[in-house]
């Protein structure tokens, strides 16, 4: 990561690279396990890979109960994730 700076402004992650990063430096330990949880931060800021996996969770199970409901003939309607 060059500055974190660029035509429009400080990235959005920046932040939480600048604390991994003094975590990452200030570190005693030869594994730097202590920095496990800033770089988790710093990873999912980057590329939301929970906040993805918990969107097809809730989808998955939106489903179910939709098959669920069609079978037993009730009305069950899928609801919608994405921004109104």
Request: glycine letters at 4%.
């Given at each position: ?47 939301h ?25 009730t ?10």
């Amino acid at each position: 990561m060059a500055s974190g700076i660029g035509y429009r402004g400080t990235n959005r992650c920046f932040p939480l690279w600048e604390d991994f990063q003094q975590c990452f430096f200030s570190s005693q330990e030869k594994t730097r396990a202590d920095c496990v949880p800033a770089r988790e931060d710093y990873l999912e800021c980057l590329h939301h890979f929970k906040a993805i996996a918990r969107v097809r969770t809730i989808q998955a199970v939106e489903r179910d109960n939709y098959n669920k409901s069609k079978a037993n003939g009730t009305d069950h309607k899928i609801i919608s994730l994405s921004a109104p």
